[in-house]
């Protein structure tokens, strides 16, 4: 482990994809089998929306086209008090009215934020398991990184302060009095890692803490950062696509971190890269290895942007694939998930080389061998529990275990696609039945269908994008679909584009 700061049971689907020849490259359509609509259909209702930020940031700062509020992630405290954020710089409290209030303005407090990405300014946060009495709480933000004055604690392997283009920092705050419905104290920088492709692409996307872990167990208090390959699959630029910076223990890149927020200075315990302390439960911080950086808790994502646990403590991680695969992996300590060499279950032709250039192409995917996919012969890899391609969606967004009052969804994890907004299950016990080391089983996704009622209570089917124009009252490019849970297990629906939190809700009639 490095310690100074560096540098540089229902049913179990096994997929019968249509396997190419050894040396032939799949470039489209590697999953033939269509998802569709199995009877699931949910009911979802409209709670609150954030205020119009369009044109709070100078429009070559901004994203285009600008959505109404750029919202990523709502959380609920214990005592019922509700959170949303919007990345243009907002940290909102919701009241009982469903009416948002500005809890803190990260857009004044960080002045060199970028925000011209779909995934930047104020990208994540999340409060201390005991919050209500410590009032802390952590957000991820991004900077810009020339003339920036601050230095990163991490820069990718090979290169140094010159060819930092991005920052991304993690912080914690600390409420004076956390019962405040306006934050008000200090906050103390965790982390900060550099950039350096041409683009803010995938920058850290998450900040969790495990809600299955207890009071004096491993993982209570414990704070995990999302994966990310920092943009080297497709930043643009000389570095674009590098595959020498994955899959590596000296290096960040495409690593989940798992931390204790506390300084070494308070907790006696081993340095981080950042002002923080290693736990040693952590596989990489006890493999006697100097070279490997102890805070990696599993590492080999491309862009594993959300994480989440079901009730028995098993974790999840949503991983943002490159030209075809969408994977739902279940994490585990010192894991490695294969990216660049593997996507879905398939050998990426960036790494092996292939017919589309001298490295080969990451549009490219090559069968593996039989003997691999069936799990007779181990190649380190840990592989998807499920997964779709992309004729079926493009990028995965935040999915949970689902135990609520919604009875068509109970025991399955929901989860669903940010690009076209639809709503996907996969069932739990499959996907925990499909973490068996044998890369071909995942487990059968299928959609589900979504609907509100007309002004006459009639049920209506709609569709993510449909709700999103209807409230806009133009058409959208993409839905921007995220989701987050509540306190007591529901799930939030919202979207960068119309800023409108909604709700997954019993039905009064249907299948739920």
């Given amino acids: 482990m490095r310690t100074r700061m560096g540098i540089g049971v229902i049913s179990l689907l096994i997929v019968q994809t249509v396997y190419a020849a050894a040396d032939a490259p799949i470039t489209s359509n590697p999953i033939p089998e269509p998802i569709v609509k199995r009877g699931i259909a949910v ?111 991490f820069i990718p392997p090979g290169y140094g302060l010159k060819d930092v283009t991005h920052h991304n920092i993690v912080t914690e705050w600390r409420a004076t009095d956390p019962a405040a419905n306006v934050f008000a104290g200090t906050r103390r920088e965790l982390l900060r890692t550099a950039h350096v492709v041409a683009n803010l692409t995938h920058p850290l996307s998450a900040v969790e803490f495990n809600p299955a872990a207890k009071p004096g167990s491993e993982d209570y208090g414990l704070l995990y950062i999302s994966g990310s390959d920092h943009g080297f699959s497709n930043g643009g630029g000389p570095n674009q696509s590098n595959p020498a910076q994955t899959l590596r223990l000296d290096s960040i890149i495409t690593a989940i971190l798992r931390i204790d927020p506390r300084s070494p ?122 997964m779709y391609d992309h004729d079926e969606g493009r990028a995965i967004s935040a999915g949970f275990a689902y135990h609520g009052r919604i009875a068509a969804l109970r025991g399955k994890f929901v989860f669903g696609d940010i690009h076209n907004g639809r709503i996907f299950v996969a069932d739990l016990a499959a996907m925990k039945k499909a973490d068996d080391g044998i890369p071909r089983t995942v487990a059968p996704i299928e959609e589900v269908q979504l609907y509100d009622r007309d002004a006459g209570g009639n049920r209506v089917n709609v569709s993510m994008p449909e709700l999103i124009e209807r409230k806009m009252g133009a058409k959208i490019a993409r839905a921007d679909l995220f989701i987050s849970q509540t306190r007591d297990g529901e799930l939030l629906l919202t979207s960068r584009q119309d800023g409108t939190i909604r709700m997954l809700v019993p039905g009064s009639g249907g299948t739920n």
């Fill in 265 to 386: 200075k308070v907790t006696g315990g081993v340095k981080g890269l950042g002002d923080y302390t290693i736990p040693m439960a952590n596989k990489f911080a006890a493999d006697g290895d100097p070279t490997t950086l102890g805070e990696i808790y599993a590492y080999g994502f491309r862009n594993a942007h959300r994480i989440s646990w079901d009730t028995d403590g098993t974790m999840f991680a949503m991983d943002i694939g490159m030209n075809h695969i969408e994977e739902i992996n279940i994490v585990r300590n010192g894991g490695n998930y294969g990216f660049m060499k593997r996507e879905g279950h398939w050998e990426n032709g960036r790494w092996r080389g292939g017919a589309m250039g001298e490295l080969g192409a990451l549009a490219e995917l090559y069968p593996l061998p039989t003997e691999i996919l069936d799990g007779r012969v181990k190649d380190g890899f840990i592989y998807p529990v499920a």
């Fill in 43 to 153: 009911e979802v209702v409209e709670l609150a929306r954030l205020p119009d930020t369009r044109g709070i940031r100078p429009a070559d700062q901004d994203v285009k086209p600008a959505g109404w509020a750029r919202i990523n992630y709502v959380r609920d405290l214990p005592d019922g008090r509700r959170f949303a954020n919007d990345s243009r710089g907002f940290l909102y409290r919701i009241d009982t009215s469903n009416q948002p209030h500005i809890y803190a303005n990260l857009a004044e407090t960080f002045p060199l934020t970028v925000y011209n990405r779909l995934s930047s300014g104020f990208i994540a946060f999340t409060f201390h398991p005991e919050f209500a009495k410590n009032g802390l709480f952590y957000t991820i933000h991004a900077e810009r990184g020339p003339g920036n004055p601050a230095k990163p604690d």
